[in-house]
């Protein structure tokens, strides 16, 4: 049988998404519902996800792909599980399927290592594996360009500069935040909060002799 590289790709990507440490999911194989009829038993309604993917693939090539996928080692059945059974449970992903699964998730990246491997003439596990890995690296290289270049042209400016002279803009600039005050402003300040205190104690003094016009209060001039 003709294995589809695209099925086995939505079968993964089905798994991940209903599996977790507490589920798993399966798949109905109708070719093997004579099983039921003789253990006396009815046949099982497939899942809803299963549905969808049989709008585009068929029953045989979605088992298949569930047969090789476990043959390849990227999904781990349930216990007393096999893919030749009615129901095949799945219990979900392994670590290499998992890293399998994202290097191929985008859709560019997905037509990459299918055109790569039509070209090679194989696709066996191993070389589409391989030939993902590559791809995901290549892709991961490109975007760091992509964010290198924006990255000069943002700070070209900057690197035409000298840096002793970039040093000495930085310094001038932490200078100017603060201005310095002069004397003559310093002087001015002082004066201005000497007056504050000598205003203060005067309507203090004000508020003391309405409250106790007989008394005598002492306040010292400041």
Not at 140 to 163: D, E, N
Not at 166 to 177: D, W
Not at 181 to 197: D, L
């Amino acid at each position: 049988m003709k294995l589809s590289m695209d099925c086995v790709r939505a079968v993964m990507l089905c798994v991940e998404e209903h599996t977790d440490f507490d589920h798993y999911c399966y798949f109905i194989r109708y070719a093997r519902a004579d099983i039921l009829d003789m253990l006396g038993e009815e046949p099982i309604d497939p899942p809803t996800y299963q549905v969808e993917l049989e709008a585009k693939f068929d029953n045989d090539d979605i088992l298949y792909s569930v047969k090789y996928c476990t043959e390849a080692g990227l999904i781990t059945l349930c216990p007393g599980s096999h893919p030749e059974q009615y129901r095949v449970n799945i219990r979900e992903l392994t670590p290499a399927g998992h890293s399998f699964l994202e290097n191929i998730r985008a859709d560019t990246n997905w037509a990459k290592v299918k055109s790569v491997a039509k070209k090679a003439g194989s696709f066996s596990a191993d070389v589409i594996v391989e030939i993902a890995k590559s791809v995901a690296v290549e892709a991961a290289k490109h975007l760091f360009r992509v964010c290198r270049m924006l990255s000069v042209r943002h700070s070209t400016s900057y690197k035409q500069i000298p840096p002793a002279e970039l040093h000495q803009r930085s310094r001038h600039q932490q200078q100017n935040r603060r201005p310095k005050r002069s004397g003559q402003q310093k002087q001015n300040r002082t004066k201005r909060f000497n007056q504050s205190i000598h205003i203060f104690h005067l309507n203090l003094l004000a508020r003391l002799h309405r409250s106790a016009p007989d008394r005598q209060v002492r306040i010292w001039d400041f």
